[in-house]
């Protein structure tokens, strides 16, 4: 496979060198010019530059209505949207190439392809890598930071590395293989496999650290005269260990449900509900 | 607080936000980065780390789905952290305190945004002449020297003067108080866990959320453990799937 | 014994077999409620729960398949239970005292099965002039006469002279036979779920059984703990045939 | 979906208050009169009585026949049972209203499509209600019971209150939906599913509760001179935890299998053999 | 070391390698069962145990394919076993010891079947004189005449003299080597499950091997309660597979 | 199914004492004449040579070619191999009776039959019997005896035990089923169900194997001025408990993947290494 790609390589125009480059500013700059208006323009405009400068050689005005035409608004997840980077200078350099010919490649194909995927991919990357990916990561550093270990500090870097390693990955293979490998790719139920299998591993994670890490408890008791005391956690207990922490993941999970995900307001409102019950003895923090 | 101690925090929270370097941000913004730091610099490593994981969790589950920031972790865990050590606050009370930061640090995100509008609207006329520094220019020099005002002057000024007006507050902060605290810090986590479920969380495999939950409930493993097995269920179910398909198309 | 706990008794028994009620008798018939009620009566609660519990645990396999009872758990509960509670009898004396009343309870519902006949053909006449006021009390109010003189009379007398005659037997009792009553206790459970196992154990799903076996064998869980892993397994069972079928369906 | 039921219930005779007096009455009467020879048909009857008085209104002739007919046996679990109420109440008013049209429904459709369901229907209730719900409840009853909770005494109650509901579900969805979905449902595999998972879970319970409550064990030991003596426990929990547990549960299903289910006369056998083996000393009890 | 127990080791090793019956070899020439017996001859069957079945986990996946050892537990036990039990020779040295043996044994079986390709060649003379008692003699006497002389005299040999050599080794043994075959005899082991991997572990059920693995890391359940679950799963997905496959016929 | 085969039984040649007898010579010889050149072929003439006398009776001339015939090579796991013997022997009987017809079975469609089936089967057996069988009883032979009870001296026996069992089997079925049976079996999917179930119990046992009996871990600490001193293993466990274990086996596995299955100079490499790490104290036994 990988040496099958290296034979296409040689027949293009961009090196690993300049995929690189080209990398490396978009992964530096994705998220740096981010606007409300155009969100990832100008980063996708300044990670391609210098690669179509290669491709248009001196055909400035090929150039000049390249860069114009990456400006316009784009928005994707930025690690596995690296592909449409790949497929589109790939695009880019067969219009370079044809750029008399009659069937050479049109603007609208290149917009069309470009705004058709990133909506779709975006929608992947958040769930793999954003949703997945990256809460894994963290709760690993975070479990063991609770533990006091130092290593802790230093986990959270294997995200970027990830993402660095994945990108770059797409991009080269976005590249190489073209617009129709990944039309085709996205269209049989590979992606949903793996979307779905690390969804798997992110609830199991979830379930495991709402288990770990919710940490909520009634000090409620009842005593009678001449009766031991009813402590109340001690018969929660008995139904179902953790009820209370699964209550609370359910509670917010619900109201994200019915009233949207007011991220904020919720915070606000488990803040007031925690200083009342904690105050009355009603709820304990452990 | 030590000037030194206030602008490394500034530096820090711009380091944090800078997001030069995709998703790095989620490593050096992290609050358990912070705690690490903070904690050497005040020598409290463990607790620097335990108060910073604990805000991490909060966060675990925000996506900034098209670019949004839905509350900002490294506000939080800047502004609670240095002050928690420096007062010897205990950790429930050092998330209570984290938490409107995690708000605030939005409209600092917003301002930035708007801001960029302009840079965008340069670009273009580079563009049309070709001027490929100044392109780079526009998408990285100054929205970083924008955001580096953004970010250290709030951050300089809350932790240079937020440590005594906080001690000046706990003293008075009554046990019930403390409690309601403590509980809060309890219960947050879950909403960084509801989050992930809200993305993840198709119907047909919530009951791996139940699993994995139960699994640490009842047999007390730790989560490494669930992770370990979560992961084999989750190459099991892929494999199989794959193996169907190809069932399917022969 | 006391005549208002014979009493009592008796009214137990009458309401625990009335069938008023569809399912309600699993309820108010069933040996752990007794053990509540009478476990208050004589103030002690705790061991009248777990006699009764041990003795509904023999018949919790029990279906009543076309309406015939197997075996009677309430009569088997209510004359083992005050009997054990008021001479201090153990556990699993009591409940080798309860099995041959779980049989004697056959005859009764046997009785009233019998004489219900008659209400039925009484019933055929009146809805041929429409009287749907005596069709209810063919129904409901005749039966329930019927059974209460049944259900109260025999139980009111068992519970008013057994304790003694008990008492007199336990005295003479050697120790080999109380280990062998022991043994007959720790075993008879395993009949209730043997009989759940006759209805409902298809062999393609018979590993779960040993699953949830195991499950307690080695890693000590409690029994919620089980249900709880077992609710997600069969969720997840569940969940997979249906996605399956649309996919066949399409 | 329930908006979609909440439309069809306007075009009909019998409103919600009907349809709960009826369900009240057949619920109170079920097994009350059950004889021999006709099982639940005098119950059903009864339940039927008032809301076929409204359907029929004055035409007497029609309502009498209607008291005969379902006074014929009938027998099915009263729950998910009450679905069949449901219908035949739907088939009455439907040849209430034609009662003249030569198209009207004759007597032999309502009791074909009574005695046919009745059969599969009980399988289905006995398994869900009475082999799979029924003992999960009186298992988590007992459980609690045996750690001296007295809501182990309560907990048995959910039982009935889940037969009422689920119940009166049936019989409402039974009459507005009518015979042909009942019949469709019936045929989509969706029921097998559904017993599927409820047998998974209750295998499951089942599992956990003979590893739990059967309490057998062996002292036997064999002594040697100058040597530690031999547990036979010790050698068979080495081998398999529970492992008599388990050999009596499967004693006693293959007796029932091979020997048919006399279940008193397999419970005399227990006492006998219990009696024996605890006498010398082969079995304990724990 | 006693003449008599030397014989008894080369007797023992001649019936664990005589191949008389298809697949008992792995029985009579277990280390296990090697340290059963010469546990018993010294009196300390723990031991001999425990060294056996470590021994015997060292070469636990070995398979025979095309009639090739690969290396031979059985040489490797009744060298290192008597010895160690001789010598009062730890665990783990003892293992140490054992595994050269293990290769050695491989030239022996060699030899074995050089020698009986004579054989073959006399029995197809005897076929075509249709000589059946002769054929019989060729396939089951004469080689297992050979494999007498080629085990026994070396086991009787190497036992005879080899635990003086031994001991005088191990006086000069110094810790460092200890604690290596200590090393040794802990990671050794995983050959024996890495070979199995080989031939049963294909990718797709490959997370099986890994939830074994954590189920034991843990939960702390034993060997058993692994095998237990194991085999629920196996058949699960037996039952599972052929129901599909009936599904697809219909 | 068994009375079926009964019925096939009566109207064949051989007896179940003349199966007997060829099985016992097969078991007792399969590997005692294992030649480099020819491997099990003396073993399978010698096994057959009883029962092919009493099928060719007196016709020497076929006698003489099938002992002659069933000489050559031949090499299949001996259990499951035994299928092979049942069906030889049904088309000699056939051959046999026919010999004269000049439909006859020819002898290449024995020996191709032969040929063609002790591959396959080979590996079926190899992996069931061999892969998986023998290591799951000897895993547990080996956990009773590392647990002092002399019992696990003795279930190693358990596997010729199973060995005879289902090796006697395979060849009464052969015989009685005949070769269309048996092509027939192998070819559904059924063989690999059961293979792939077994490899999942015999992959779950490694793993537990592994984890209970590799025994390997670091001592290493590192220790700082006025800190408590970093212990190595420590960490690692946090991160997973048994790692080194793991990767002592993957590490294994993958020399075998790559380098081949060199399996004596792979025992003197770890010998060496743990030799090493051993001596300077960067692995521990335990
Ligand atoms: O939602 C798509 C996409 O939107 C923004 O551009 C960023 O926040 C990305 O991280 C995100 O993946
Ligand atoms: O078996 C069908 C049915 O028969 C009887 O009528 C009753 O015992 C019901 O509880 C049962 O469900
Ligand atoms: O590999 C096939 C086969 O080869 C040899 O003949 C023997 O070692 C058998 O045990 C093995 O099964």
Known sequence: MSSNLDEIQKQRELTNRDLMKTYARWYLSVEVSNSYERLQALAFCNALSGSLKKLYKDDDQGYREALIRHLQFYNSEGTFGAVIHGVVLSMEEEKAKSKDSSDSLSEEVITGFKTGLMGPIAGIGDTLIWGTLKPIILALASSLALSGLFIGGIVPFLFPLAVILIGYGMMKSGYLLGKDSVTKLMKSGLINNLINSASILGLFMMGALSSTYIKVSTPLEFSFKNAEPIVIQDILDQILVGILPLAAVFGIYFYFKLRGQYYNRLIMWLIVISLITGFFGILQGS | ?250
């Not at chain 2, 989620?26 to 994981?53: D, R």
């Not at chain 2, 049309?128 to 300089?156: E, G, N, S, W």
């Not at chain 2, 932790?159 to 009554?174: C, K, R």
């Not at chain 2, 993840?200 to 791996?208: L, N, Q, T």
């Open chain 2, 1 to 250: 607080m030590n000037l030194l101690v206030a602008a490394l925090c500034g530096i820090l929270y711009f380091i944090g936000t800078s997001r030069l370097g995709y998703g790095l941000s989620q490593a050096t913004g992290s609050p358990i980065f912070y705690g690490l730091i903070l904690g050497l610099v005040y020598g409290e490593v463990e607790k620097g780390l335990i108060i910073g994981a604990t805000i991490q969790l909060i966060y675990i589950g925000i996506i900034f789905t098209g670019g949004n920031m839905p509350a900002d972790q490294s506000l939080a865990g800047i502004i609670a952290i240095p002050i928690a050590l420096q007062t010897g606050m205990n950790v429930e009370v050092a998330v209570g305190l984290a938490v409107p930061f995690g708000i605030l640090g939005i409209f600092i995100d917003q301002l930035r945004r708007i801001t960029n509008s302009y840079w965008v609207s340069k670009a273009e006329k580079y563009a049309q002449v070709m001027d490929t520094r100044k392109i780079f220019h526009c998408a990285i020099t100054y929205p970083t020297i924008t955001i580096f005002l953004l970010t250290f002057t709030p951050v300089f000024v809350i932790t240079l003067f937020g440590a005594n007006a906080v001690t000046s507050i706990m003293n008075i902060l009554p046990q019930g108080i403390i409690d309601g605290f403590s509980v809060a810090g309890g219960i947050l986590p879950a909403l960084g866990f509801a989050i992930i479920i809200m993305v993840i969380g198709k119907r047909e495999i919530m009951p791996y959320f139940f699993i994995g939950f139960f699994l640490v409930a009842y047999l007390k493993v730790d989560v490494m453990a669930a992770a370990a097995f979560g992961f084999c269920v989750a190459a099991l179910t892929m494999f199989n799937s794959i193996k169907q398909k190809q069932k399917e198309v022969n």
